[in-house]
């Protein structure tokens, strides 16, 4: 019955995350709507992720990044692949790749947002 779950993330500039998810995480630009826009989709094998402008940016939670409070867990079939790709576009790193006590894989970025996006794989 369920077919996909799509985040939507809220940005204060759709055009800029937008941008920043095509050149620098590897999705590609979905759809826009809107005029002006004020909603998007970025898509990347075939997973989407949805965008809503807002005027200004939910507080962030105190300690979110000391302790790493994740917007969003990703699994991945190639976390090494995607870690050497995102080494080379200068994505901001917050927690390099690893091996977890859970057996997974993973690693942390932080968005042009402020988000912290975990991609892991299961560790075999």
Same mark, same amino acid.
């Given at each position: 019955?369920?077919?996909?779950?799509?985040?939507?993330?809220?940005?204060?500039?759709?055009?800029?995350?937008?941008?920043?998810?095509?050149?620098?995480?590897?999705?590609?630009?979905?759809?826009?709507?809107? *005029?002006?826009?004020?909603?998007?989709?970025?898509?990347?094998?075939?997973?989407?992720?949805?965008?809503?402008?807002?005027?200004?940016?939910?507080?962030?939670?105190?300690?979110?990044?000391?302790?790493?409070?994740?917007?969003?867990?990703?699994?991945?079939?190639?976390?090494?692949?995607?870690?050497?790709?995102?080494?080379?576009?200068?994505? !901001?790193?917050?927690? !390099?790749?690893?091996?977890?006590?859970?057996?997974?894989?993973?690693?942390?970025?932080?968005?042009? *947002?402020?988000?912290?996006?975990?991609?892991? !794989?299961?560790?075999?």
């Amino acid at each position: 019955m369920i077919a996909a779950i799509v985040p939507q993330f809220f940005t204060d500039n759709i055009k800029a995350t937008l941008e920043y998810y095509d050149r620098q995480l590897g999705f590609e630009t979905q759809f826009e709507f809107g *005029d002006p826009v004020f909603y998007g989709g970025a898509i990347r094998d075939g997973l989407s992720l949805f965008f809503r402008q807002v005027d200004q940016m939910p507080p962030v939670a105190p300690n979110k990044y000391r302790d790493e409070l994740l917007d969003t867990y990703v699994r991945v079939t190639d976390i090494y692949g995607l870690y050497e790709e995102y080494s080379k576009t200068n994505v !901001q790193i917050s927690r !390099q790749i690893g091996s977890k006590p859970w057996g997974f894989t993973e690693f942390v970025v932080r968005d042009i *947002d402020g988000r912290l996006l975990c991609f892991g !794989q299961a560790t075999e």
